[in-house]
C-alpha cells in the first residue's frame, strides 16, 4: 500500500496568511493526488485533481503543487472559510489511501 | 445536479452484517469512467477507503477489510449497496459514498455520510 504523511497535523495561522501544507507519498504516484477540505460534521469536499488542477468553483487562493512524492497545498491568504481539516489523497492505485489530515486552526 | 446519500441503520451490534446504501441521481453508473466508492471516517479520525466500483461492474476493496466487503450495483435504479460483516465497536464511523468521474481523479461528489455505531 502507498502511504501519505501529511505535515503539519496541526497549523494555527490568522486570516490573511499564506498557509503551506505537505503530503508525501511512500512511492511516486505522478501527479495522481487529490486535496480536500472536511468542515466538522461535514462531507469532504474536492478541491484539487490531478496535483495542481483546480476544481470548479473552488477560490483561486487554492493553488497545489508538486509530483512523485512530494505535493503541496497553499492557501494564498487564509479566510474566515478556509479554517477546516484538509486531507490528501493518491488516486494512483488501489488500495486508495488519504492522509492523516491537516487542521488549520485560527491563531 | 449530481447528488448521493446514504442509508442504513445507525446501530448494529457486534458480530451483525451492516448494509449500506447509496442512492444517486444526476449521473449514470454505466457511463464508461464513472464509479462510485465508500469512505469510512471513524469520529475524529482520519479518512478510510473501503470499496470502490467501476460502471463496468468491475470492483476493488481495501486489503485490511476485503474479507468482510461485499459492493454491489444496480444500475437500473441508481443505487450501490455495501455489505460489511462480522461489525465491531472498531467499526463506528460515518460511512460516506462518493462518486469519481474518472481514473486518476479524487471523490468528485459526496454523499452527506451516516453515522454508524455498533454497540450492544
Known amino acids: 500500500d502507498i502511504q501519505m504523511t501529511q505535515s503539519p497535523s496541526t497549523l494555527s495561522a490568522s486570516v490573511g496568511d499564506r498557509v503551506t501544507i505537505t503530503c508525501r507519498a511512500s512511492?511516486?504516484?505522478?501527479?495522481?493526488l487529490a486535496w480536500y477540505q472536511q468542515k466538522p460534521g461535514k462531507a469532504p469536499k474536492l478541491l484539487i485533481y490531478?496535483?495542481?488542477t483546480l476544481e470548479s468553483g473552488v477560490p483561486s487562493r487554492f493553488s497545489g503543487s508538486g509530483t512523485g512524492t512530494e505535493f503541496t497545498l497553499t492557501i494564498s491568504s487564509l479566510q474566515p472559510d478556509d479554517f477546516a481539516t484538509y486531507y490528501c489523497?493518491?488516486?494512483?492505485?488501489?488500495?486508495?489511501?488519504f492522509g492523516g489530515g491537516t487542521q488549520v486552526e485560527i491563531k | 445536479q449530481i447528488t448521493l446519500k446514504e442509508s442504513g441503520p445507525t446501530l448494529v451490534k457486534p458480530t451483525q452484517t451492516l448494509t449500506l446504501t447509496c442512492t444517486f441521481s444526476?449521473?449514470?453508473?454505466?457511463?464508461?469512467?464513472?464509479?462510485v466508492g465508500w469512505i469510512r471516517q471513524p469520529p475524529g479520525k482520519a479518512l478510510e477507503w473501503l470499496a470502490f466500483?467501476?460502471?463496468?461492474?468491475?470492483?476493488r476493496y481495501s486489503p485490511s477489510v476485503k474479507s468482510r466487503l461485499t459492493i454491489t450495483k444496480d444500475t437500473s435504479i441508481n443505487q450501490v449497496v455495501l455489505t460489511m460483516t462480522n461489525m465491531d465497536p472498531v467499526d463506528t464511523a460515518a460511512y460516506y459514498c462518493?462518486?469519481?468521474?474518472?481514473?486518476?481523479?479524487?471523490?468528485?461528489?459526496w454523499g452527506q455520510g451516516t453515522l454508524v455505531t455498533v454497540s450492544s
Open positions: 462518493a462518486q469519481r468521474l474518472g481514473s486518476g481523479r479524487g471523490f468528485d461528489y
Open positions: 490531478t496535483a495542481s
Open positions: 444526476g449521473f449514470s453508473l454505466s457511463t464508461i469512467g464513472v464509479g
Open positions: 489523497q493518491q488516486c494512483n492505485t488501489f488500495p486508495l489511501t
Open positions: 512511492q511516486s504516484i505522478s501527479s495522481w
Open positions: 466500483i467501476y460502471w463496468d461492474d468491475d470492483k
